[in-house]
């Protein structure tokens, strides 16, 4: 492979979810073959985060101060870094920063990829969209749910390029935990829509037939959502059952201890969580939307409920509790097929081959 240009991936995401933790891993993984400058919001989860990669073959970290998406200290300070070191490629994690960061490239040599990891709702072919995505070199999506998705929302240039990665994950061993309860996880943020609730909601049918389980809810709460959550969660007659673990960097943890990924999330372009879940081979339960059916189609064994229907996802998470063993045998096989599609090093050469 020959020598590439220096290379930012910017990320200015003020939460610390999913796609603040794949710019920072997209950074290491790259960081051996190109330059690699990070390019993050001040006093947020990545900057905060500096000592897990800054300085790993010799990542540089940049940090900017704003306050809305649309902000002159982004034009001016990306645009600064940008010069300063001699940056020819930008790969950009998020979507509403992007009406800044349109300015901050104007006239300068910028091979510019922004690479896409939740699933948009609304068009973005008005004249001002078409605009500041004018000068995007290559859409990255991690998953074919996700391509589609996003070459119907955004619009493209004649010279555009629409490219599908599948993202990698970073495998331990498989430790499984002594247990004798029924354990339940799930792993993500504490959203609307994240599957919290419905989640939590569906256990009833597991108290109800007496049966003792134990449910660990690992992520940090939304600020906004954590008042209706708490008053759901006080309500329920089995609460003491369900732990809320909060932000945890050891979630390998509660993978050895569990049995089900019980996610039943809304909307999701392509989970890490689910997908790690997988790679534990737990029984993994969601609905059937977005990019779910694709990883079925895969060959990995998971439970797909009719979508955001609770009561399908009480009748599987029974059908699964009570039939786990063959469930477990079930799922055994998913550990192999993660390894083969979603690896390392076939991330690194798709994503080389896109940078100048």
Same mark, same amino acid.
């Given at each position: 492979? &020959? ?9 200015? &995401? ?14 290491? #993984? ?77 006239? +300068? ?6 690479? @896409? ?17 004018? =000068? ?22 004649? $010279? ?23 354990? +339940? ?8 829509? #994240? ?5 939590? $909601? ?28 708490? *008053?759901?969660? =006080?309500?329920?007659?089995?609460? *003491? ?10 979630? &390998? ?22 997908? *790690?879940? +997988? ?17 079925? #189609? /895969?060959?990995?064994?998971?439970? /797909? ?17 009570? @039939? ?9 096989? =998913?550990? $192999? ?7 390392? *090093? ?9 940078? #100048?």
């Amino acid at each position: 492979m &020959s020598t590439k240009q220096p290379t930012a991936i910017i990320c200015l &995401s003020h939460h610390s979810g999913g796609m603040e933790i794949d710019s920072i891993k997209l950074a290491k #993984k790259l960081s051996a073959h190109v330059p690699i400058t990070l390019i993050a919001k001040t006093n947020c989860f990545i900057a905060n985060s500096k000592d897990d990669y800054a300085g790993y073959n010799n990542i540089e970290l940049e940090t900017i101060s704003f306050r809305s998406s649309m902000s002159l200290s982004i034009v001016l300070g990306v645009r600064r870094i940008v010069q300063d070191k001699g940056i020819k490629n930008i790969i950009f994690f998020g979507a509403s920063e992007l009406k800044s960061l349109y300015f901050s490239f104007l006239g +300068l040599d910028i091979n510019l990829i922004v690479r @896409h990891g939740t699933t948009k709702s609304r068009p973005k072919k008005d004249w001002f969209h078409r605009l500041i995505y004018s =000068n995007v070199n290559t859409h990255i999506s991690i998953c074919k749910h996700l391509q589609k998705n996003v070459e119907h929302i955004i619009p493209f240039g004649k $010279q555009t390029k629409s490219v599908m990665i599948y993202p990698s994950l970073e495998l331990s061993k498989i430790e499984k935990a002594p247990h004798d309860t029924l354990t +339940l996880i799930h792993v993500g943020r504490i959203a609307k829509g #994240k599957g919290q609730a419905d989640a939590i $909601q569906a256990c009833e049918i597991l108290h109800k037939k007496g049966i003792d389980f134990i449910f660990y809810l690992v992520g940090g709460f939304d600020a906004r959502y954590e008042q209706p959550f708490m *008053e759901l969660y =006080n309500s329920l007659p089995y609460k *003491e059952k369900i732990i809320l673990v909060g932000f945890t960097k050891n979630v &390998s943890e509660y993978y050895a201890k569990a049995d089900i990924f019980l996610f039943p999330s809304h909307g999701e372009g392509l989970s890490n969580a689910f997908l *790690e879940a +997988l790679a534990n081979n737990l029984v993994c339960i969601t609905y059937n939307n977005t990019s779910f059916p694709e990883l079925q #189609k /895969l060959g990995l064994y998971c439970h /797909l409920c009719d979508n955001r229907n609770i009561e399908s996802v009480k009748n599987t998470l029974l059908e699964s509790g009570t @039939h786990l063993s063959e469930e477990i045998s079930s799922a055994s096989a =998913n550990r $192999q097929i993660i390894e083969h599609i979603f690896n390392t *090093e076939r991330v690194i050469r798709d994503y080389l081959t896109l940078l #100048k």
